[in-house]
């Protein structure tokens, strides 16, 4: 499955490598995070991450395959 997880602001690089296994992109004060999960354990696991680095997340949403 491949997930979009949207935070407000923009990710400074060292934020940004601590999730490794996602891309990202930079956009109108968001930064928004997309790439495969692998099961809804690893989506948490993001989730949690971003909560515990102090991230808003705005949104977070299912992509199409």
Request: overall charge negative; charged content about 20%.
């Amino acid at each position: 499955m491949r997930y979009e997880i949207r935070v407000e602001g923009h990710l400074s690089r060292t934020l940004a490598n601590a999730f490794p296994e996602l891309e990202h992109v930079v956009m109108s004060g968001q930064t928004v995070l997309f790439g495969t999960v692998i099961d809804e354990a690893h989506l948490y696991g993001l989730l949690t991450r971003c909560q515990s680095l102090g991230l808003r997340v705005l949104e977070m949403r299912q992509l199409p395959e």
